[in-house]
């Protein structure tokens, strides 16, 4: 009897919340702006991704207010900076769903904060779009109205595994990361996968990132005889040590892996400009030049418009800016076709079939929030950076 | 009186009403913030004990915070036990968090404090790297999921309800707590150690008490913490809450409750409201810490303090009641102190060589001698600060081991110090009930809940404290800092301070030492009045005159040996004392 | 391999040797333990490659500018952070303004630098010999900064000003030694030597705002080992130091081995709070 009654009195504080934070609902006029709540971190630490992306959706949000907006309804960005930091991530949350009742959140884009507001978002029943690869962000039970619109961390692990093994026809190889959250737990999650693959381990291993030498590292991988290097981590520093060791040493060995292999910052850290050959990071065949040096149309129509506003490229990559400038086009598109509550937005994406944006061609079912398909993770040439786009790596049948 | 107690309470009442009548606002974003302002003030609360009142450099307390936040999140989750209801693994979170307080402060037992700051930012390294790398617990770097907490404290305002009940409960026990007899010896460690050992203030088990107590509540923070984030992974427990929860402290002011409890709230807030200026909050925090430090070193505390402004009285005159004394000291019966043989040696130099002296209850004992003939060295062997090489020390017959200062109170042994060792934070009224530290008889659990065993405690203590000051002459001052006393007044309460131990023995070291010729004579009688009341006191001097007005017998030092001993008549006409110190 | 561990062990540990000489000229200066040292540090490196990498200067130019800087900041530090203090009776009130400077400095660095590791310059334009200008450079700048320090308080007059003040500060006063010139000048020096070891180790660590707090911790070992004060105690310590963390990474690898480096420390200080070199505590009473 008296779990009925607490059944009873759960059921009403919930109906209660769901009142309070529930105000931006249907009938409000159609003049109120559109209100996206965005979570980048632009300062602090691994903030790069973050200030790019935010030039993307910047840029958007522009592009579709001068021309009018949604049906003559304006879009209002409603920014809040998280610094990567999981607690300023939550308040920002409870700011935008309670406060600022955004119709819809865009973000965070680091997957430490996306963890902590993806549950925070789906107690509030808000509409949530988010580009981190952390597999269990999306779970269609838990987080009904958690959209993805990136790889998750098992495409972009089989497409270096894939690369690894299947174009390099290397089998024994080494994975290393640094001792932060996404390394740690990346390392865990791929090892397996390669295995499975047919792989051997030759070293596993998470290391200090502040630690100056990891010639010791590469050391015991080359003795334990592995073939290719399989780095996970965003810390340009940790990679580029990796890449000026295996120069040091001198070893002719491959290294595959995280994006961030091909990033201006770890170019910049390199001791020579040729430790950075046979070095291969994960990239998005939208974003890619083909095998005859081009883009492909959208993303080249793109980046011409970028170059024309002046918007900075030599520190940044352009899939990021295409990222940060797809979500809110989506966001747009969806509420001009099927209004702004949280039923019609994710309804709409539940039937998205291959929309086609800069980044990526985005499919979602009511079973599937993932919405990269697998074919557009592929692995490209780190040294071939030019103007935020790689070649694509060899092996790809273009 | 029932104004008074207001007046004490008035700003925690304001608060309170503000924080029930908060959900009123409809604003679940304003809920969120103060439900977390509640979480980290449970945590602060009782590092507050720590580094407000012991004055233990604690930085990296965020190691506990992570430690019950994993605690809570794991044993809720249940993958490595069977799953169990957030309230039983909160009092889990509880019970680590308190065995690795324990942990974390025991260093401040051996260390110094920059020593100690260094070990707990050592700690915090090590918690957040174990679960990092313990996978299959913590879930490594990818984190675990926060609890949820059932019906009826559920997410929402339920849970800033329960978070603001818990929050509620800490300030009133850490509160009880600063009160007692426990807090008081708290700030006398932290202010003067010296003095806290020679009341009796066991050190070692009383932080460890407070460490557990902290421990605890940085668990339950902890796991209150993992459910408001809803996910934890150890990125989020970095450097910068462990500067916040320290910051909080000082900001607020060290030796307070209500000032720590606004700083809480301020730095929980602050950052809200700047958010533009959101890179900058770092550093806005170390400048703020950096103002406060090089003005207002009190913090939030002392500008609320307006009563320790107001001036005080210019022209103030000691009057002792020595009346009072039998009534306070209440000693019947007779006894000796006898030191046989002694012998300390620092390095090569004897300060003490062989000396063999006999003190009576009822006597006043005079120690004169040039400087380095061991006088203060005699004073320190009985009051346990040194350890002679040689002899041995009997109290009414029973062997008085060396060593221990702060086992001296308990055989009824008082003193006072050359540079009197004032709790300068605390009240006149303060300093003087540390002296009685010893006869409370109540636990800390009990002080905690001021359960009646504590309130009479508290009531005899104050008691014994104003009899006292009221003997020595410095009652009108009882609710005063201590550190806007003068410094013959500071003489007078340290002698206070000596008497609410009811000492059998008192020793006095340099009493008269930068006192008037008019306050020396009410000093002289004072003392005379306090041996005729049944204690026996040990006087070391320099002041001639008062030695010999007062003094029942007087001993002569020099290079640590009895140069001449006797009663005052027969010292002054002792030709080589008279020739060798006393002048013509 | 051995040669691995032998040569990053000894460079590393020569550029924590630095940052514990650091603490310990502010500390016989002052009495007081400077959060500052790690910053210092810090900043010897992201000036080095301010100066040298995107100003273009040439590396000695920017060597002695960043010691210039070095200094500067040595002596805001005594004025801003220590004096002030010094003259309250409150003991602990050095460790938040120090922290709070530092703080300050670390997070100005942060927002204007960044906080992603850049590169620092190569400083001498030859090709690699038997070692690396990496390895040598930080172990040269450690040996000629003790050498200094030994000539400096042992040969010359104002040396031994320093230390009449380290042992005695109302004695030396009383003697007529100017105590607060002499104060700035020790801050001074102890910034030029910080900033030396974040410039020397500027190839290995990289000019990163977060080797702040790195340095900070593993400068503090030294002095922790070798008992405060003690220069030639901070030089083994820190030496001793770096050979360890690097058997551990190459031994134990991965997360454990900072635990062990953090585990190891704690227990040490435990079993002898005073270091290994240091003398017991003072008079209380």
Redesign the interface.
């Given at each position: 009897m008296s779990v009925t009654r607490r059944k009873v009195l759960a059921g009403s504080a919930a109906g209660a919340a769901s009142l309070a934070s529930g105000l931006a609902s249907p009938a409000i006029a159609a003049n109120e702006p559109l209100r996206i709540g965005f979570l980048p971190a632009l300062?602090?630490?691994?903030?790069?991704t973050g200030v790019a992306m935010n030039r993307g959706t910047e840029l958007a949000v522009k592009e579709i207010n001068d021309a009018g907006g949604i049906n003559g309804r304006k879009i209002e960005l409603i920014v809040r900076d998280t610094q990567s930091d999981a607690t300023k991530a939550v308040n920002a949350i409870a700011e935008l769903t309670h406060r600022q009742k955004v119709h819809v959140v865009w973000g965070p884009l680091n997957s430490g904060e996306t963890l902590a507001a993806t549950p925070l978002c789906a107690r509030d029943g808000i509409p949530m779009i988010q580009p981190c690869w952390v597999d269990t962000l999306i779970d269609v039970k838990k987080y009904p109205m958690a959209f993805r619109n990136a790889p998750t961390n098992m495409q972009i692990g089989n497409a270096a595994n894939h690369y690894v093994m299947d174009v390099l026809k290397k089998k024994k190889v080494a994975v290393i990361g640094d001792?932060a959250g996404y390394a740690?737990a990346t390392v865990a999650a791929y090892v397996p996968l390669l295995k499975e693959k047919g792989a051997t381990i030759a070293y596993q291993?998470?290391?200090?990132a502040?630690?100056?030498?990891l010639?010791?590292?590469l050391?015991?991988m080359r003795d334990a005889g592995a073939e290719a290097i399989m780095p996970w981590s965003v810390?340009?520093?940790f990679l580029?040590r990796i890449l000026n060791a295996r120069g040091?040493m001198g070893w002719d060995v491959p290294v595959v892996g995280q994006t961030t292999l091909g990033s201006g910052?770890t170019k910049?850290?390199l001791?020579k400009p040729e430790n950075w050959e046979k070095v291969y990071s994960n990239n998005f065949k939208n974003c890619c030049y083909d095998g005859s040096g081009k883009l492909p149309e959208k993303a080249a129509a793109f980046r011409e418009k970028l170059a024309k506003l002046k918007i900075d490229m030599s520190d940044t990559l352009l899939w990021w800016i295409a990222v940060g400038y797809d979500a809110p086009t989506l966001i747009a598109e969806t509420v001009k076709a099927a209004g702004d509550t949280p039923k019609g937005i994710t309804g709409y994406w539940n039937k998205l079939t291959n929309w086609g944006g800069i980044y990526a061609s985005l499919t979602f079912t009511p079973e599937q929030h993932n919405g990269l398909p697998d074919a557009e993770v592929v692995m490209c040439q780190a040294n071939s950076l030019k103007d935020g786009a790689f070649n694509i790596a060899p092996g790809y049948g273009a | 009186m029932h104004l008074r107690w207001l007046e004490g309470r008035v700003t925690f009442l304001l608060l309170a009403i503000a924080a029930i009548g908060l959900p009123l606002l409809d604003d679940s974003y304003a809920g969120v913030i103060a439900t977390r302002a509640c979480i980290y003030w449970i945590l602060i609360a009782g590092l507050n004990l720590v580094v407000g009142y012991a004055?233990q450099?604690a930085i990296g307390w965020v190691a506990l915070l992570t430690l019950g936040a994993y605690t809570t999140a794991v044993l809720t989750a249940g993958t490595v036990t069977p799953e169990i209801s957030p309230y039983l693994a909160l009092v889990a979170s509880a019970a680590i968090g308190a065995v690795s307080g324990v942990i974390v402060g025991?260093?401040a037992l051996?260390?110094?404090?920059?020593?100690f700051?260094?070990?707990t930012?050592?700690?915090a390294?090590?918690v957040t790297?174990?679960a990092?790398?313990w996978k299959d617990v913590t879930g490594g770097g990818m984190g675990t999921p926060g609890p949820v907490f059932p019906w009826p404290f559920d997410p929402g305002w339920g849970f800033y309800y329960f978070c603001l009940i818990l929050a509620a409960l800490c300030t009133w026990m850490t509160a009880n707590i600063a009160k007692s007899r426990f807090g008081r010896s708290l700030i006398a460690i932290r202010d003067a150690?010296?003095a806290a050992e020679a009341s009796g203030v066991a050190k070692p088990a009383l932080l460890m008490t407070v460490f557990v107590l902290s421990g605890a509540l940085a668990g339950i923070s902890g796991g209150l913490f993992a459910s408001l984030q809803s996910y934890i992974t150890p990125d989020a427990f970095n450097?910068d809450l462990s500067?916040l929860f320290f910051i909080a402290i000082?900001i607020g002011g060290r030796g307070s409750i209500l000032g720590p409890l606004l700083g809480t709230i301020l730095l929980t807030v602050l950052p809200e409201i700047a958010a533009p200026l959101v890179?900058?909050s770092?550093?806005l925090?170390?400048?703020l810490?950096?103002l406060i430090?090089?003005l207002i070193?009190g913090g939030i505390a002392d500008m609320l303090d307006y009563r320790n402004r107001r001036p005080l009285q210019q022209h103030r005159e000691i009057v002792p009641q020595p009346a009072l004394l039998p009534g306070l000291l209440d000693r019947p019966d007779g006894g000796t102190l006898a030191l046989s043989n002694v012998a300390l040696a620092f390095g090569g130099v004897r300060a003490i060589d062989g000396l063999s002296l006999d003190f009576h209850s009822g006597e006043v004992h005079g120690l004169i001698g040039p400087n380095g003939s061991g006088k203060?060295t005699t004073l320190?062997v009985i009051s346990g600060?040194y350890r002679p090489q040689a002899g041995e020390a009997r109290l009414n017959g029973a062997v008085l081991p060396f060593g221990a200062p702060q086992k001296r109170a308990g055989f009824r042994i008082a003193r006072t110090?050359q540079t009197p060792r004032l709790i300068?934070g605390a009240s006149v009224l303060e300093n003087v009930m540390l002296g009685g530290t010893i006869d409370g008889r109540g636990t800390f659990a009990e002080s905690l809940l001021t359960l009646p065993r504590h309130r009479r405690d508290e009531h005899m203590l104050r008691e014994r404290a104003l009899q006292a000051l009221t003997a020595v002459g410095l009652e009108t001052l009882a609710g005063v800092r201590a550190d806007r006393l003068q410094h013959s007044e500071l003489r007078f309460m340290e002698i206070a301070r000596a008497l609410t131990l009811k000492p059998a023995f008192l020793m006095l070291d340099e009493p008269a030492a930068g006192l008037s010729a008019e306050e020396i004579r009410r000093l002289g009688a004072l003392i005379k009045a306090i041996s005729r009341a049944g204690t026996g006191v040990l006087l070391v001097e320099h002041h001639a005159d008062l030695i010999f007005d007062i003094c029942d017998r007087v001993t002569v030092l020099n290079l640590g040996k009895i140069l001449a001993a006797g009663t005052p008549a027969e010292i002054r006409s002792h030709r080589e004392v008279v020739s060798a110190y006393l002048g013509a | 391999?051995l040669e691995?561990?032998v040569s990053?062990g000894l460079a590393?540990g020569a550029v924590y040797a630095l940052i514990g000489i650091t603490y310990n000229v502010m500390f016989t200066a002052s009495r007081v333990?400077s959060f500052t040292a790690g910053m210092l540090g810090m900043l010897g490196g992201v000036l080095g490659a301010l100066f040298i990498d995107r100003m273009g200067m040439p590396a000695i130019v920017g060597l002695l500018l960043v010691l210039a800087c070095g200094a500067v900041i040595g002596v805001i530090t005594e004025i801003?952070?220590v004096r002030?203090?010094l003259r309250?009776?409150?003991?602990?009130?050095y460790?938040?303004?120090t922290?709070?400077?530092a703080?300050?400095v670390a997070?100005?660095t942060?927002?204007e630098w960044g906080?992603?590791?850049?590169?620092f310059p190569?400083l001498i334009p030859i090709d690699e010999g038997l070692l690396?200008q990496k390895f040598w450079i930080p172990m040269l700048a450690c040996a000629a900064t003790v050498l200094g320090l030994e000539f400096l308080y042992r040969r010359t007059l104002i040396g031994r000003a320093f230390l009449a003040i380290a042992e005695d500060s109302y004695a030396a006063r009383a003697l007529g030694l100017p105590e607060v010139r002499l104060r700035l000048a020790s801050f001074a020096l102890a910034g030029v030597i910080g900033a030396l070891a974040g410039f020397a180790g500027g190839e290995?660590?990289?000019a990163?705002f977060?080797?702040q707090?790195?340095l900070n911790?593993y400068g503090?070992v030294p002095v922790?080992l070798g008992g405060m004060g003690n220069n030639r105690g901070a030089v083994v310590g820190g030496l001793l130091l770096g050979l360890f963390q690097?058997a551990a990474?190459?031994l134990v690898?991965?997360?454990?081995?900072?635990?062990a480096v953090?585990?190891v420390?704690?227990v040490v200080?435990?079993l002898r709070?005073e270091g290994f070199a240091g003398a017991s505590g003072a008079r209380?009473?």
């Open positions: 300062t602090g630490p691994s903030s790069s001792n740690t291993g998470n290391v200090d502040a630690n100056p030498d010639k010791p590292e050391l015991r810390n340009a520093g580029a040091a910052q910049a850290l001791e | 004055g450099i025991l260093p051996r260390l110094r404090t920059f020593y700051a260094m070990t930012l050592g700690f390294t090590i790297q174990i990092l790398a150690e010296v450097f500067v000082l890179a900058w770092t550093f925090y170390a400048a810490l950096l430090v090089l070193p203060t320190n600060y110090f300068g | 391999m691995s561990i990053y590393v333990f801003v952070a002030p203090v309250s009776i409150e003991q602990h009130l460790v938040l303004s922290l709070a400077f703080l300050l997070q100005f942060a927002i906080t992603d590791a850049s590169p190569r690396d290995m660590l990289l990163f977060g080797n707090s790195i911790f503090f922790a690097q990474n190459f690898g991965g997360i454990f081995a900072s635990v953090f585990a420390f704690i200080l435990l709070p209380r009473v």
